[in-house]
């Protein structure tokens, strides 16, 4: 009973490198989301998904792009990475409307 | 576009106190969430509630949706209950909206 599984837990990046952050949950959830919480301000939607195949944009999606072939998984690709990428990053997912999320233990991710 | 406000921001108790924290958001909403995350740590979900108010254990959150208010009590707080507690508005969209937290420390 894993819930939501982050990878990796830290990592750090050099300007212009891309890479992966991996989300994964096991209970079937159909919503799935990627979120940013930076210091001083509130957790921030970057993309969300609410189903396998259909992927939209949230509040701050430049330079990320996402994709859902799984129910299961919902990675998070960092195109060209940038200091003001630095972040936690955070995986939630949740069956629906009526029913409350769980999240991931976070992702923290430093640019240099 | 909907905005959630919480306040204090930061809030320090003795062990033992009662402690409330307010929530407020500016348009209707399907459901209002509490969650609680540590130093370092994870985020957790405390609530979800739409009217009327949850208790689990020590937590209280109560909802008044003609306000466009939420609040979270502790009763009985406790060092461990040390933490950020984040009020979130979800909308019809599914979209969760944060609150920037509330800091507390309970001194023993």
């Known amino acids: 009973n894993a819930g939501v599984t982050q990878t990796p837990k830290f990592q750090v990046l050099k300007t212009g490198q891309s890479m992966t952050l991996q989300c994964a949950q096991d209970?079937?959830?159909?919503?799935m989301s990627w979120y940013r919480q930076d210091p001083g301000m509130g957790l921030r939607l970057i993309h969300y998904?609410?189903?396998?195949?259909?992927?939209d944009q949230g509040e701050v999606p430049n330079g990320y792009n996402v994709s859902r072939s799984t129910t299961e998984d919902f990675p998070l690709r960092l195109l060209s990475a940038a200091p003001s990428q630095t972040s936690v990053y955070f995986c939630?997912?949740?069956?629906?409307?009526?029913?409350?999320?769980?999240f991931g233990s976070g992702t923290r991710l430093t640019v240099v | 576009k909907n905005e959630v406000e919480q306040s204090p921001q930061n809030l320090t108790a003795q062990e033992g106190e009662f402690i409330t924290i307010n929530c407020s958001y500016s348009?209707?909403?399907?459901?209002l969430h509490w969650l609680q995350q540590h130093p370092g740590g994870g985020i957790v979900s405390l609530f979800m509630?739409?009217?009327g108010k949850k208790k689990h254990g020590r937590l209280i959150a109560t909802i008044n949706i003609q306000e466009k208010h939420s609040s979270l009590h502790i009763t009985a707080s406790h060092p461990r209950d040390s933490a950020v507690y984040i009020c979130?508005?979800?909308?019809?969209?599914?979209?969760?909206?944060f609150g920037t937290g509330t800091l507390l420390a309970v001194q023993p």
């Open positions: 939630a997912s949740s069956r629906g409307q009526s029913y409350g999320y769980t």
């Open positions: 209970m079937n959830h159909e919503y």
């Open positions: 998904s609410v189903g396998a195949g259909i992927t």
């Open positions: 348009v209707g909403i399907s459901a």
């Open positions: 509630l739409s009217s």
């Open positions: 979130a508005s979800r909308g019809a969209t599914n979209k969760l909206i």
